[in-house]
């Protein structure tokens, strides 16, 4: 398998990283037409209520002061640059992230912002613009086959690599993306940076939501839910009370430190239900699955019967474990692990890997019973 040899025009979406910056570097190299795209996200640095408008910090991703970097990196190079008003869109995020914690779900905006925004509505200002394909600094990599068809594959780094978050991709979107990182260690990217001259060469990773600069998620929902916070008892695996909550969004399954309880044994949140505003608790072994059901899936290699053996990714921060995986026929799929698996949490994505490929993923409903 070999990376594609295009040299078209390339839309890079340039976030003010250095991954992003070197990316469109690297395609610049190689031949390609690279113009540099900028998502405004939202407005910096002020609180606006209106559902439309995001606050965004004033550092980390899609913040003022990124949009100046890579502005910077895109004179550097000589590349066009454009900055677009993605806020109206990107409230559509806003508003699945808040919904999802009134639903007692834990969602991943950055997974539905690639989905979405990134490889989605960007590759309709691409083609308008002319370009094949849209690029990105994720560390993860697109490869074809003999064949011709374009598969998914984790990054060579695997302590940085990214491909997690871009399993919604859908398998004819494989064919307009390019990773042009994902064969790179970020200490070669870094490295690279520098070489070229690139003012963010020593940038810092961005490492909160963009959305919640303040690290305070729970105001958020807060301020922006039509529930708002209520509230609610903390109960036992039998019902029984056992403490108080002030809000079941402001917990997720497998947390353990902030429940405010006096007990002789570990507590973890095992369950958080909207409906009776109640934080179900109980121990390590109880927050043990042998499995869950996924909805959404987005199968990205060919459709088999049966079970098919894989590894299973639960979380971003997870490292994949054994396990098989079957398709269902509601579009959904059941995954079971070859040992039980802590914090199984409704609302992340499972994602399934055969050694490096990517074979597909979906959105977790819940976890088996059995």
């Known amino acids: 398998m070999s990376t594609r040899p295009s040299k078209g025009k390339v839309l890079v979406a340039m976030s003010g990283g250095v991954d992003s910056s070197v990316a469109a570097a690297v395609l610049q190299r190689a031949g ?11 407005t910096p640095g002020e609180r606006l209520e209106s559902s439309c408008d995001v606050r965004i910090g004033k550092q980390g991703c899609c913040s003022i002061n990124d949009a100046d970097d890579a502005r910077q990196v895109a004179t550097r190079l000589g590349l066009p640059f454009y900055v677009v008003d993605f806020k109206q869109d990107f409230s559509r995020i806003i508003d699945y992230f808040v919904a999802e914690y009134d639903a007692g779900r834990t969602p991943n905006p950055c997974v539905r912002c690639n989905d979405w925004l990134k490889f989605g509505r960007l590759h309709e200002y691409a083609s308008q613009m002319g370009a094949s394909h849209v690029a990105s600094g994720h560390y993860a990599r697109v490869l074809t086959t003999k064949e011709g068809t374009h598969r998914l594959y984790r990054g060579l780094d695997r302590d940085k690599d990214q ?25 070669e990217v870094r490295e690279l940076a520098l070489e070229l001259g690139l003012p963010v060469f020593d940038k810092p990773d961005s490492q909160e939501i963009c959305f919640v600069p303040d690290g305070d998620y729970a105001g958020l929902v807060d301020r922006r839910s039509e529930r708002g916070l209520r509230e609610g008892a903390i109960v036992d695996r039998d019902g029984h009370r056992i403490g108080t909550h002030s809000g079941h969004q ?76 079957r398709l269902l026929a509601d579009e959904g799929l059941e995954v079971r692990f070859t040992e039980p698996q802590s914090a199984v949490a409704p609302g992340q994505a499972v994602v399934c890997y055969e050694e490096d490929l990517v074979l597909g993923g979906g959105w977790i409903e819940r976890a088996s019973e059995d």
């Open 163 to 187: 491909s997690y978050v871009l399993f919604g991709a859908r398998p004819q979107r494989l064919s307009e993306m390019l990773l042009p990182i994902g064969g790179m260690t970020k200490s």
């Open 250 to 325: 402001k917990f997720t399954v497998g947390q353990r430190r902030g429940l405010g309880l006096n007990s002789s044994v570990p507590l973890f949140v095992l369950q958080r239900d909207p409906t009776t505003n109640q934080v179900v608790v109980g121990t390590r072994e109880e927050l043990a699955s042998n499995g869950l059901f996924a909805s959404e899936a987005n199968w990205l290699v060919e459709p088999h019967r049966g079970w098919r053996p894989c590894e299973a990714r639960i979380r971003y921060n997870a490292q994949p474990v054994p396990a098989e995986v």
């Open 32 to 42: 390609h037409d690279v113009v540099g795209l900028f998502m405004r996200l939202g």
